[in-house]
């Protein structure tokens, strides 16, 4: 399928069939697509939980408003955004940074100076906002990859982010959860998800400017 046929077939899914699993492999394929995103300075401030545990799914239900789709989707990709970002967060960007690009501390000196003085004028409210703001371009990467595959989800933030916390055991990573992703495929009851998309025209839309 082409970009445009894909994203006209991906629709927001409530009702997943939940004896129908998402293979091993395409979870890691929707985790990569997420890493592999862009995320300001490239420090990824976030992390991608994948919760495949039907017990625990069902624990959430009532932290999620009842919503169901966290009970019976094969598996909810958990998008978290890291609660301690500071001089270490760059630090360790620049450790992968020399390990995989073969490159020296030195070079890139005034770079990592000019990150933490961005990073130093946040406050602690800026920082999560920032944070959160990447972990939703890493949100609609996944999505897309998702509609690719073939593979149903429902973006949700109707969901109790520190009761998740509680629940995965989060804050002992310096982990809080923004937005979560119930992956899989539409049940036979799915209806909404076939109906035709609700959109501005696109004239609407864009305004070009030549
Ligand atoms: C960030 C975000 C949060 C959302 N939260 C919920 C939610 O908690 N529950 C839900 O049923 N749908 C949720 N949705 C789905 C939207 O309602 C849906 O994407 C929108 O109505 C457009 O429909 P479509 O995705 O089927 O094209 C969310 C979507 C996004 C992008």
């Not at 409530?14 to 004896?19: G, L, T, W």
């Not at 897309?144 to 989060?170: H, V």
């Not at 982990?175 to 909404?192: A, N």
């Amino acid at each position: 399928m082409n970009i445009i046929e894909s994203l006209k077939w991906r629709a927001a899914v409530r009702n997943f069939n939940s004896a129908k699993k998402v293979s091993q492999k395409d979870v890691e394929t929707l985790v990569e697509a997420g890493n592999l995103t862009a995320t300001s300075m490239g420090l990824q401030p976030f992390k991608i939980i994948v919760l495949n545990n039907e017990e625990i799914q069902q624990k959430l239900v009532p932290f999620s408003y009842n919503q169901k789709q966290v009970a019976d989707a094969s598996h909810i990709l958990i998008f978290a955004i890291e609660t301690e970002i500071n001089q270490q967060t760059i630090e360790n960007y620049f450790q992968r940074t020399i390990e995989i690009r073969n490159v020296e501390a030195k070079d890139f000196e005034n770079h990592k100076n000019s990150m933490s003085n961005y990073l130093s004028m946040m406050d602690e409210e800026r920082k999560r906002s920032w944070a959160t703001n990447q972990t939703y371009i890493a949100l609609g990467t996944v999505m897309a990859a998702a509609a690719d595959l073939k593979i149903d989800s429902c973006a949700m933030e109707g969901f109790e982010p520190e009761k998740y916390q509680e629940i995965l055991n989060l804050k002992s990573e310096n982990l809080l959860p923004v937005v979560i992703l119930p992956i899989g495929y539409r049940s036979e009851e799915e209806k909404m998800a076939e109906l035709p998309k609700v959109r501005k025209a696109l004239e609407n839309f864009v305004i070009t400017k030549n």
